[in-house]
């Protein structure tokens, strides 16, 4: 965040006037206009909230376009495969899309010897442009065993001579294939640099989770308070376990059944009664996940400082994605990192403000978003500075605020589908289902912590 954004709207408007005002000259107008005509731009995009909980959530609704990108039409409709099926060898992918003239695919693959890059490459599925027929149908097949084991996005692409256009990403897990870029990496990251590791989940074997977190490693819901998602955290010992161990990887299915109001899944790292994992500054935390673009998806990998309501407490959004693209949708060009100071007041008395930033990722190591393939999120909180990285490349920097420094952090990773984003849930079209794919979290410091934090009242 700039210092420009960091000043309330009413002390910039007038410090620029003052400013203008000392200058004396017809430019000094012109100034005043330019800047009050884009504050007034900043202001109007940064009021817009979909969610009628502007007061309480203002600082989760950054970077709103909704009014952009109005292009983005509904059409794609898979035949086959069903969404998210194991797949093996060759597979058709048979699509309708009405309206549309002509289509493309795209899946990321491992490096190649014309693509050696680290990365991985995308890959065009069908070679050249795809024509729709007059039916609207359309049909393209590829080897699943030329990519990456496990979970695979199939990005299929339309649009026709008017200029509108579609993007559907068939989610599959792939039976067959390569194994590549998988599980724990067996070097430290950068970030964690001078730190020994305290904390590792593969996610390899058998999951413990329990509903509120006592005698397992995860609670299935955010500690003491606070769920947040639309399709609501579902409890582990329940009719509606979001949860599975699949291959090496924890899988997070979000799904609204007819007659429910949906279901999806939270893990945090301590339980109802503050007991569990912890890490204190200075310390660094990652996960490394991929997860479906689409209307109303939310996942994210935080820490919080704070379990009780009401309290001071630090917040680090280390990752929150938003998907969706055309009108009323994120069409977000990245994702958002933030850091929130809650209940805090500087010495004069205002609200302590956090810093936020959105990261866009097609431009930072393969280029890939967020959905296409897996990436690895972190941060590092130290005695002086808090560092955020995107697959190991740093993003975002700024002073570590004091709580930050002197409490322990608890993690998070969630799969949250609407609710207090703001933004409007529809996955009709992927049969109302949409998965995560979690393959590690891990965290670092200089020592562990034996630290409760017990349940407190005013």
Same mark, same amino acid.
Not at 207 to 223: E, F, Q, T, V, W
Not at 270 to 275: A, H, I, R, S
């Given at each position: 965040?700039?210092?420009?954004?960091?000043?309330?709207?009413?002390?910039?408007i007038?410090?620029?006037?003052?400013?203008?005002?000392?200058?004396?000259?017809?430019?000094?107008?012109?100034?005043?206009?330019? #800047?009050?005509?884009?504050?007034?731009?900043?202001?109007?995009?940064?009021? $817009?909230?979909?969610?009628g909980?502007?007061?309480?959530?203002?600082?989760?609704?950054?970077?709103?376009?909704?009014?952009?990108?109005?292009?983005w039409?509904?059409?794609? $409709?898979?035949?086959?495969?069903?969404?998210?099926?194991?797949v093996?060898?060759?597979?058709?992918?048979?699509?309708?899309?009405?309206?549309? =003239?002509? @289509?493309? #695919?795209?899946?990321?693959?491992?490096?190649?010897?014309?693509?050696p890059?680290?990365?991985?490459?995308?890959?065009?599925l069908?070679?050249?442009?795809?024509?729709?027929?007059?039916?609207?149908e359309?049909?393209f097949?590829?080897n699943?065993?030329?990519?990456?084991?496990?979970p695979?996005?199939?990005?299929?692409?339309?649009?026709?001579?008017?200029?509108?256009?579609?993007?559907?990403?068939l989610?599959?897990?792939?039976?067959?294939?390569?194994?590549?870029?998988?599980?724990?990496?067996?070097?430290?990251?950068?970030?964690?640099?001078?730190?020994?590791?305290?904390?590792?989940?593969?996610?390899n074997?058998?999951?413990?989770?329990?509903?509120?977190?006592?005698?397992?490693?995860?609670?299935?819901?955010?500690?003491?308070?606070?769920?947040?998602?639309g399709?609501?955290?579902?409890?582990?010992?329940?009719?509606?376990?979001?949860?599975?161990?699949?291959?090496?990887?924890?899988?997070?299915?979000?799904?609204?059944?007819?007659?429910?109001?949906?279901?999806?899944?939270?893990?945090?790292?301590?339980?109802?009664d503050?007991?569990?994992?912890?890490?204190?500054?200075?310390?660094?935390?990652?996960?490394?996940?991929? #997860? $479906?673009? @689409?209307?109303?998806?939310w996942?994210?990998?935080?820490?919080?400082?704070?379990?009780?309501? +009401?309290?001071?407490?630090?917040?680090?959004?280390i990752?929150? #994605?938003?998907?969706?693209? +055309?009108?009323?949708?994120?069409?977000?060009?990245?994702?958002?990192?933030?850091?929130?100071?809650?209940?805090?007041k500087?010495? =004069?008395?205002?609200?302590?403000?956090?810093?936020?930033k959105?990261?866009?990722?097609? =431009?930072?190591?393969?280029?890939?978003?967020?959905?296409?393939?897996?990436?690895?999120? +972190?941060?590092?909180?130290?005695?002086e500075?808090?560092?955020?990285?995107?697959?190991?490349?740093?993003?975002?920097?700024?002073?570590?605020?004091?709580?930050?420094?002197?409490?322990?952090?608890?993690?998070?990773?969630n799969?949250a589908?609407? +609710?207090?984003?703001?933004?409007?849930?529809?996955?009709?079209?992927?049969?109302?289902g949409?998965?995560?794919y979690?393959?590690?979290?891990?965290?670092?410091?200089l020592?562990?912590?034996?630290?409760?934090?017990?349940?407190?009242t005013?």
């Amino acid at each position: 965040m700039t210092t420009c954004e960091r000043m309330t709207s009413n002390k910039l408007i007038d410090t620029i006037i003052s400013i203008a005002k000392s200058k004396k000259s017809w430019f000094s107008h012109a100034l005043i206009l330019f #800047a009050l005509m884009n504050i007034l731009s900043v202001m109007n995009l940064k009021s $817009q909230d979909q969610s009628g909980l502007k007061e309480i959530y203002a600082d989760f609704n950054h970077g709103q376009t909704t009014n952009k990108n109005n292009n983005w039409v509904q059409s794609i $409709q898979i035949i086959e495969p069903t969404c998210r099926s194991d797949v093996k060898g060759m597979i058709t992918v048979k699509f309708k899309a009405t309206g549309m =003239d002509e @289509a493309k #695919a795209f899946c990321w693959s491992q490096p190649s010897n014309d693509n050696p890059s680290e990365w991985g490459h995308d890959v065009n599925l069908t070679s050249k442009i795809l024509k729709i027929k007059k039916n609207g149908e359309a049909s393209f097949s590829f080897n699943a065993d030329n990519f990456p084991s496990g979970p695979m996005n199939v990005r299929i692409y339309s649009q026709n001579k008017k200029g509108e256009k579609d993007v559907f990403e068939l989610q599959l897990y792939n039976l067959g294939g390569v194994k590549w870029n998988q599980g724990i990496p067996s070097i430290d990251p950068p970030g964690a640099k001078g730190l020994k590791l305290i904390f590792e989940d593969d996610f390899n074997k058998h999951l413990s989770i329990s509903n509120d977190g006592r005698n397992a490693r995860y609670s299935a819901h955010k500690p003491r308070f606070g769920d947040f998602s639309g399709w609501p955290f579902s409890d582990y010992n329940g009719p509606n376990n979001p949860f599975r161990q699949v291959g090496d990887y924890l899988k997070i299915e979000a799904r609204k059944k007819a007659g429910t109001a949906g279901s999806t899944g939270l893990i945090a790292s301590v339980n109802m009664d503050g007991k569990g994992f912890w890490a204190k500054a200075p310390c660094y935390l990652e996960c490394r996940f991929t #997860a $479906q673009s @689409a209307p109303g998806t939310w996942p994210a990998f935080w820490t919080i400082t704070g379990l009780d309501n +009401g309290f001071p407490g630090d917040e680090l959004d280390i990752v929150e #994605a938003y998907g969706g693209v +055309g009108k009323g949708n994120p069409n977000h060009e990245g994702y958002g990192v933030c850091s929130h100071f809650w209940g805090q007041k500087n010495t =004069d008395g205002t609200n302590k403000e956090g810093f936020y930033k959105v990261i866009r990722i097609m =431009d930072l190591g393969g280029e890939s978003y967020w959905s296409t393939t897996f990436h690895t999120y +972190g941060v590092y909180i130290g005695l002086e500075k808090t560092v955020y990285y995107f697959d190991n490349i740093e993003v975002l920097r700024h002073p570590t605020n004091d709580i930050s420094r002197d409490y322990p952090h608890t993690f998070l990773i969630n799969y949250a589908i609407g +609710g207090i984003s703001g933004w409007s849930i529809d996955l009709e079209r992927y049969g109302n289902g949409s998965d995560m794919y979690v393959d590690f979290v891990r965290v670092y410091a200089l020592y562990r912590v034996d630290y409760v934090n017990t349940p407190k009242t005013k």
